[in-house]
């Protein structure tokens, strides 16, 4: 299969051009820095310098493909002007390239479960249900979903929720850090119900997708089906690492105060950020879950890692690699 990847560079991206690559794929991706894409050359991917706002370099990088997959999105940004530039009208850029050049390729969008919204507890979100977003990153992302459906492309949207595992410098890596304190500040009480996915296991799904006929036109939430609480996540990441983590809840009105200071800070000195108080729209919901069983019943994909597997590999490799 010949594939275009976006996002290439980064976490999810690294992942599922690891992924295309050994099953034989011809991977091109389309990246910002040469330098920090070295790696894929040296790989054999083909490499299109540029962004989603690039005409001639999304036309170029378009061409001749079977599959596209755009993982490339904005998760931080100063306001939604910022996210909507990106994740819907750099989709819509990049549509526009692969409608040209590539019409018959497989469209794959990385959406998020954030594009939906919040679940209720004990009841995962079903991909029918009504979208509801609650942050600028969850309605930008659900905007890019409006243009790939509008599209007239075969496209298939996967929404994974919270992504952990090896190449995550950010959220999974923060929490083993913390726990090490043992008092860990928890938004909420600790019984948000939350879907996770393994990397791997996100990026084995996405190919999936790509490959089977019955996807077409539908979205799917790609998650592991265990549902767990963000107490047991912080518990089992403490039991992980040998030692019991002691939870400090935050009430929302200091969450939302702490936040409104750093995204305050990060204005101030031009810089993007998710810290902003429209993330406590996020944080204080009783759930954010999402049902697979309609991605798996379709295209045969089955998650490897639940939670306590995927965190003991995810801890394994930030011992390996000097980072814990």
Same mark, same amino acid.
């Given at each position: ?6 996002? #290439? ?7 599922? +051009?690891?992924?295309? !690559?050994?099953?034989? /794929?011809? *991977? ?16 054999? *991917?083909?490499?299109?310098? &540029? ?28 306001? =939604?002007?910022?996210?909507?530039? %990106?994740?819907?009208? #750099? ?7 692969? =409608? %040209?050049?590539?019409? #018959?390729?497989? $469209? ?13 507890? &004990?009841?995962?979100?079903g991909a029918d249900a009504p979208a509801a977003p609650v942050t600028m990153y969850g309605r930008s992302k659900l905007a890019s979903e409006a *243009? ?8 298939? !949207?996967?929404?994974?929720?919270? *992504?952990?595992?090896?190449? /995550? ?9 913390? %726990? ?5 500040? +928890?938004?909420?009480? &600790?019984t948000q119900e939350l879907s996770l996915v393994y990397v791997t296991d996100l990026a084995a799904g996405l190919r999936h997708a790509a490959l ?27 039991? !992980? ?25 990060? #204005?101030?000195?031009?810089?993007? @950020? ?21 991605? !798996?019943?379709?295209?045969?994909? @089955?998650? =490897? $890692? ?19």
């Amino acid at each position: 299969m010949k594939a275009l990847v976006t996002g #290439g560079t980064g976490f999810v991206g690294s992942h599922l +051009i690891d992924r295309l !690559i050994a099953a034989g /794929d011809e *991977v091109t991706a389309l990246v910002r820095s040469p330098a920090k894409a070295a790696g894929l050359r040296e790989r054999g *991917v083909r490499l299109v310098l &540029g962004d989603l706002h690039d005409t001639a370099a999304l036309l170029q990088a378009a061409a001749g493909q079977e599959a596209v997959f755009h993982v490339a999105a904005l998760v931080g940004a100063r306001d =939604e002007a910022e996210y909507q530039r %990106a994740n819907r009208d #750099g989709t819509a850029n990049l549509v526009q390239a692969v =409608e %040209a050049r590539s019409p #018959g390729a497989r $469209f794959v969008l990385v959406s998020s479960l954030a594009a939906v919204g919040p679940s209720e507890r &004990g009841s995962p979100r079903g991909a029918d249900a009504p979208a509801a977003p609650v942050t600028m990153y969850g309605r930008s992302k659900l905007a890019s979903e409006a *243009v790939v459906r509008a599209s007239r492309l075969a496209w298939v !949207i996967a929404r994974p929720p919270a *992504v952990y595992g090896p190449r /995550d410098r950010d959220n999974f890596l923060a929490l083993f850090r913390l %726990a090490r304190y043992r008092l860990c500040p +928890i938004f909420g009480d &600790g019984t948000q119900e939350l879907s996770l996915v393994y990397v791997t296991d996100l990026a084995a799904g996405l190919r999936h997708a790509a490959l089977s006929e019955a996807a077409a036109g539908q979205a799917f939430f790609l998650n592991h089906p265990e549902v767990v609480t963000s107490g047991q996540l912080l518990r089992e990441i403490g039991q !992980i690492i040998g030692t019991r983590v002691r939870l400090v809840p935050l009430p929302r009105l200091v969450a939302v105060t702490a936040l409104g200071i750093a995204g305050g800070v990060a #204005g101030l000195l031009n810089r993007k @950020t998710i810290l902003h108080p429209d993330k406590a729209h996020e944080f204080y919901q009783p759930a954010w879950s999402g049902d697979p069983q309609p991605l !798996i019943r379709t295209t045969g994909w @089955t998650p =490897e $890692f639940d939670m306590a597997r995927g965190l003991r590999a995810a801890h394994g490799w930030y011992r390996e690699q000097g980072w814990l």
